[in-house]
């Protein structure tokens, strides 16, 4: 799957059913069929929408884990906590299980925002204030992530 692109705007209604937009329906077109993985982030309070290509491709690496390590184990148990199978509607509408809803704190207007091979699924309250807190330190993420002068992967 290609790397997913853009930041939109939605709104959920009573029961947590959501509207995909129309740009991001068409560029998860071939996983529409398959359907998602929704999950609680791990670093975030927000919510993280795998096309099940993605989850799959992630759970071979999680189940190369030495299950006999508490570590590993515990890792994967709070890892898959709050996991849910979603399918997109005949109408384009995605529901948010209400659990994860909650850990969100999803209430109306919420944000969906492409991170590379997912989704995630902020409330936009709560998306506003991760980027804003984001804007002070990433002059100094950015240059500490992608400023490597490694020459294979030179991005300029």
Do not use: H
Not at 36 to 60: G, T
Not at 98 to 122: C, H, Q, T
Request: some cysteine; glycine content about 4%; aromatic content about 8%.
């Amino acid at each position: 799957m290609n790397s997913l692109i853009g930041t939109y705007e939605c709104k959920v209604d009573a029961k947590g059913r959501l509207m995909l937009p129309a740009a991001l329906k068409k560029q998860l077109a071939p996983e529409l069929q398959n359907g998602f993985v929704i999950k609680r982030a791990v670093f975030q309070e927000c919510l993280e929408l795998y096309p099940m290509q993605e989850w799959d491709a992630l759970m071979l690496k999680v189940n190369k884990l030495n299950r006999f390590k508490k570590k590993n184990n515990d890792f994967i148990r709070r890892f898959t906590a709050g996991v849910k199978l979603v399918e997109v509607d005949t109408n384009g509408r995605l529901l948010i299980p209400k659990d994860l809803v909650g850990f969100a704190s999803i209430a109306k207007d919420i944000v969906m925002s492409s991170a590379v091979n997912i989704v995630e699924i902020w409330d936009k309250t709560k998306y506003e204030e991760a980027i804003d807190d984001a804007t002070l330190d990433f002059v100094d993420l950015a240059e500490e992530v992608m400023g490597q002068d490694n020459e294979d992967d030179s991005i300029s």
